[in-house]
């Protein structure tokens, strides 16, 4: 099977006055459709910065990141935004709601932006999913950390993404809560065959996937495919 | 449209939480919309009235003006041609009333019965004024009458003749109060001008002729045809019913385009606050529309969403502004009552309110424009980390820069209708901005450069407020220091003006001139002069006379030549001169020399002012005819001088020497001092029942009459700086409003380390009159500046700036921007940290 994503050589260089500082450094792999991903590791080992380049979110300073079979450097800003847009979804560690929006806005908003019509009842029908079929008037201030993830997951899989990322969804989440949250991203993901890629400080959320990259110091040090076989038997 | 749909449906939701926000924005551009649309409205019905009642305002179809009699063959024609005509003779004189026993300088109008053909002398009784042709009354000017005590029935004495008053004046055809307050008329029967005997050799006469052209005529082609070509023949000036329109429409906007420049700068500064308010609001946004360029939304979707919500809030103001202005378009005749020759009938020009609409929404989305392009640069990787990125050079901002100065040109442009002063005004407002701008960067870097950090820990913190992130400082100090600098200039060239007049009041300068004073009459008033122990500091005689060649060339044929560069002015005046053997100490030799006695006949040498030699285009040696009275005398230009005119006293565009105009028909004009008001209208009293024909001015008139009038043009003025103040104060109000988060945070942190409420309110206090000061101390500069130019460049006089007024202005301002600033920090100290936290969150 093809790749959903392929990274290929990637490295990324910030220059900050006359330094330069190397944040990821000849990255490679290739994640196939459907399959789940953690990517993990210490502070400022660059996973953060590794999410961000793969969903497009910025450029890398050399190699190529393919993305639903297009290649991300050729691509404009706003053609990296439409790609966006129709294949992937995010879920945020600090859940980056739009807050002068509801919770039923915020999840109809992706699918506004694909320019589909009568997107109120698929946007209801995921916050029921989420278990937030009562709190669809709420704005982001109104609702707790955990109601507020929910909205956002509900929001990441509105546009039925190929491709969902993942930035410590758990991160600012009590253990209770953030249990919750883990199952629905699992279920949702199993349910609409998604693929997901997450970054994660949680040793216990990252053995779930099907495969961990291991980054430190900007590098790609471990890829353990065996956990994507231990897991798939 | 589906997009567009979408892009207005998210500019509603986001403004959900920040519709009191975006308001408080637009607010300050309602004055500046409320002050264009009332005097638009106000000058498009002003222009109707005109158009309307030009028949009523000229009183005639035509009026014919010359300094010397109509000529009978000319009125003997007109009576041809059926047209009835009406004359009229005005000069100054002194009147006297017996009663109070006042004297002053008016304006003597001799008329027939049959003026005005259209519109009235309006006058209390009504009918006086009909019946005092007949009676053989006179009619008095209001302001007078109230001066003198005097009331119908009183009597008052022109020259030799005592006329009883058959009533008072409230308005003549085409005369405003502001003209009536410099020379207010005085109305007595022509048939008895001759025996007030002051129709003397040498007197300065204006002779009117009004007419009425038949009934059923076409009025151009009768005006065309038959009568202009006859007036041109006989060289005499005239106003038709169109030129008259033509000439009050022109003056009119212009001072309708002038005030509409003030009420643009205010519009201008309220735009300022806009983009202010607006970099503040983007700044906030910066996270929402990283997630909506994360889930897809284009760069150009962030700065719709955003452009719409200012549009929209643009329009909002604006009609509000429109509907403000439609209310103070009302109050404007008020204002300007004493500028108009009418009472004028108002009604909303929808115009006016379309225009003001477009405006506000132009300005306010332009200025906008400068903080939202910056939206198209938010990085979707912002919602990852929140990292400072420098900012990125962006080319938009020039293009946007240009579209606000084309803007402001062309609408200055349109004002204005030159193109050489819009692009002054406009370069005049982008320096004060950068005035203001570079004073309040400089301030703000010698604030860091020069901290004193050895200070209390309250002004340490005031003074920090000042350039940490998000500062207000820049914006407040512009809007401000523009209002500022209009209202202290205005205050400075004011007192620039009166001063310069009192200056002319020093030790051994005279105060009080006489003229008109007969060559027999000469020894007596010298002598009357004495005796009232009065100087005689200066007595000269005057000749009028007309220039009737320039360099060989009659000034007719100059005349209609299209490519002479020789000024108008020179060539229609009436010379009055004099003639002396040497200069006097106002006067300075700049070329050739003074030849004091002329010589021969065929060698008179004269002597020029260098303004006059100038717009003449002569120089030392070129001849020059005068038609003195019928005789022509040819002289040559012998020397060129020039003037101080900074004095009441005599000073001559031409001067001649002794030998050559002493037996021409000529009046007299004596300078005299007095030291205080009583010895002075005893002696005006004594004079003017004595010699009726002299007129006197004095200082005290000049002075009151000109702070009466500068004190009506200065309330119009204070009217228009009152918009851009206020609309500095809502800029105030709204950035203090807008700042208020990041205080509370800064606040509450400072409590929860220890700091006491009146700490808090004092760091406050301190930032306020610190950003007061630096804007009211910048505008203050800005107006001694622009007051000092003025003084230098317009009028000619020392500039003596008046501190104390600049003081006033630097306390008053200073206290409203503190007071301002606490009122609206007041909820931050006065309540809980926690749960204005929770709140504001």
Redesign the interface.
């Known amino acids: 099977m093809s790749s959903i994503l392929l990274v290929n050589h990637v490295s990324k260089t910030y220059q900050s006055g006359s330094k330069s500082l190397t944040v990821l450094n000849d990255i490679n792999f290739e994640i196939t459709p459907g399959s789940s991903v953690a990517i993990v590791g210490p502070s400022g080992s660059g996973k953060t910065t590794l999410l961000g380049l793969c969903a497009g979110l910025d450029g890398a300073s050399t190699g190529n990141i393919i993305l639903t079979g297009q290649s991300l450097e050729k691509l404009s800003e706003d053609e990296r935004a439409a790609i966006r847009n129709e294949h992937v979804g995010f879920i945020f560690q600090s859940f980056n709601l739009l807050p002068t929006l509801t919770a039923l806005e915020n999840v109809m908003v992706p699918l506004e932006l694909l320019g589909k019509k009568h997107v109120k009842s698929q946007a209801l029908e995921l916050l029921e999913k989420v278990g937030l079929g009562d709190r669809i008037h709420h704005y982001p201030a109104q609702l707790s950390g955990g109601e507020q993830q929910r909205v956002s997951i509900a929001r990441a899989f509105a546009n039925k993404p190929k491709i969902l990322f993942a930035d410590e969804p758990t991160g600012n989440l009590d253990e209770e809560t953030g249990a919750v949250i883990e199952n629905l991203i699992f279920n949702l993901n199993k349910e609409s065959g998604t693929t997901l890629v997450m970054v994660t400080h949680d040793g216990e959320l990252a053995q779930r996937t099907n495969r961990i990259l291991k980054l430190k110091g900007g590098k790609l040090v471990d890829d353990s495919q065996e956990n994507e076989i231990s897991s798939s038997l | 449209m589906?997009?567009f749909s979408?892009l207005l449906?998210?500019a509603w939701?986001?403004?959900?939480?920040?519709r009191s926000r975006l308001f408080l924005f637009m607010s300050s551009i309602i004055l500046g919309i409320g002050a264009l649309v009332a005097i638009n409205s106000f000058g498009d019905n002003l222009t109707e009235q005109i158009n309307s009642e030009a028949k009523e305002l000229l009183g005639a179809d035509l009026e014919i003006t010359s300094r010397y009699p109509i000529p009978d063959s000319l009125r003997q024609f007109l009576s041809e041609l059926n047209v009835e005509q009406s004359e009229e003779l005005s000069f100054a004189s002194m009147v006297y009333f017996p009663n109070s026993g006042g004297t002053r300088l008016v304006n003597i109008r001799a008329v027939e019965g049959d003026y005005p053909f259209y519109g009235q002398i309006e006058t209390t009784p009504n009918q006086a004024a009909e019946t005092f042709y007949t009676n053989n009354n006179a009619i008095v000017d209001k302001s007078l009458m109230l001066q003198f005590n005097a009331k119908t029935g009183d009597s008052v004495k022109v020259g030799e003749l005592t006329f009883p008053i058959s009533g008072e004046v409230n308005k003549t055809p085409g005369q405003s109060a502001i003209t009536t307050t410099v020379a207010p008329p005085v109305f007595i029967p022509l048939s008895q001008l001759e025996s007030t005997g002051l129709l003397q050799t040498g007197s300065r006469i204006n002779y009117k002729l009004y007419v009425k052209f038949p009934e059923g005529v076409n009025y151009t082609d009768f005006f065309k045809e038959k009568l202009e070509p006859r007036l041109e023949k006989e060289e005499l000036r005239y106003d038709d019913v169109e030129e008259r329109k033509e000439e009050l429409g022109d003056a009119y906007s212009d001072l309708t385009g002038f005030l509409n420049l003030t009420a643009f700068i205010a519009l201008l500064l309220g735009c300022m606050g806009v983009a202010s308010s607006v970099q503040v609001y983007v700044k906030e946004k910066v996270?929402?529309v990283a997630?909506?360029?994360?889930?897809?939304?284009?760069?150009?979707q962030g700065v719709w969403i955003y452009l719409i919500q200012i549009f929209f809030m643009g329009l909002i103001g604006s009609l509000m502004g429109a509907g403000l202005g439609t209310i103070i378009q009302y109050y404007l005749p008020q204002l300007f009552q004493d500028f108009l020759p009418f009472e004028i009938d108002l009604s909303i020009s929808g115009f006016a309110v379309l225009q003001g609409i477009a405006i506000g929404v132009i300005t306010s989305v332009l200025f906008a424009l400068f903080p939202l392009i910056q939206i198209r640069k938010i990085?979707?990787?912002k919602?990852?980390?929140a990292s400072f990125e420098p900012a990125q050079k962006d080319r938009m901002k020039y293009v946007v820069l240009l579209l606000v100065v084309l803007f402001i040109f062309g609408f200055s442009f349109s004002q204005l209708r030159d193109w050489q002063n819009a692009i002054i005004f406009t370069i005049g407002l982008i320096v004060s901005a950068l005035i203001l701008f570079g004073v309040g960067k400089l301030i703000i870097w010698l604030v860091r450069r020069y901290f004193p950090t050895g200070s209390s820990f309250v002004v340490r913190q005031g003074l920090a407020n000042l350039y940490r992130p998000n500062n207000q400082t820049l914006i407040l100090v512009i809007t401000i220091g523009i209002g500022t600098a209009l209202i202290t200039t205005l205050l400075l060239s004011q007192d620039l003006l009166l001063n310069k007049v009192k200056l002319s009041s020093k030790k051994n300068q005279p105060n009080m001139v006489l003229f008109d004073i007969q060559g027999h009459q000469v020894s007596e008033i010298i002598k009357m002069t004495e005796e009232d122990k009065l100087p005689v500091i200066q007595e000269v005689p005057i000749v009028t006379m007309r220039l009737a060649s320039l360099k060989g060339r009659p000034v007719d044929q100059i005349k209609k030549d299209t490519t002479t560069d020789i000024r108008n002015w020179v060539l229609n005046r009436e010379y009055r001169v004099t003639y002396r053997d040497k200069l006097i100490d106002s006067e300075t030799l700049i070329e050739g020399e003074y030849q004091g006695k002329v010589q021969s006949e065929d060698s008179i040498f004269i002597s020029l002012e260098n303004g006059l030699a100038e717009d003449m285009k002569v120089e030392l040696g070129y001849p020059i005819t005068f038609n003195v009275q019928g005789a022509m005398i040819k002289t040559y230009v012998g020397s060129i001088r020039k003037i101080d005119w900074q004095r009441v006293q005599t000073n001559f565009l031409v001067l001649f020497p002794e030998g050559v105009l002493e037996e021409a028909p000529k009046f007299h004009v004596l300078l005299t001092r007095y030291e205080n008001v009583n010895q002075s209208a005893d002696y005006q009293q004594k004079v003017v029942k004595r010699f009726p024909n002299i007129s006197i001015i004095d200082l005290d008139l000049i002075l009151k009459t000109l702070d009466e009038v500068l004190g009506k043009i200065s309330f119009i003025i204070q009217f228009m700086a009152f918009f851009s103040i206020t609309t500095g104060i809502i800029v105030l109000i709204g950035s203090v409003s807008i700042s208020k988060f990041q205080r509370i945070q800064e606040a509450v942190l400072l409590r929860t380390i220890g700091a006491s409420k009146k700490q808090i309110i004092r760091i406050n206090l301190m930032e306020y009159f610190f950003l007061g000061s630096i804007a009211s101390l910048t505008g203050i500069f800005i107006a001694l500046l622009a007051t000092w130019a003025l003084a230098y460049f317009t009028f000619e006089t020392a500039f003596i700036p008046n501190f104390a007024g600049a003081l006033i202005a630097y306390l008053a301002i200073t206290a409203l921007t503190v007071l301002i600033g606490l009122m609206n920090s007041r909820s931050v100290v006065n309540k809980p940290p926690l749960e204005i936290l929770r709140k504001e969150?």
């Open positions: 589906q997009n979408w449906k998210m939701r986001d403004s959900r939480k920040n996270q929402s997630i909506l360029r994360c889930l897809g939304a284009s760069a150009s990085s979707p990787l919602v990852l980390r969150v």
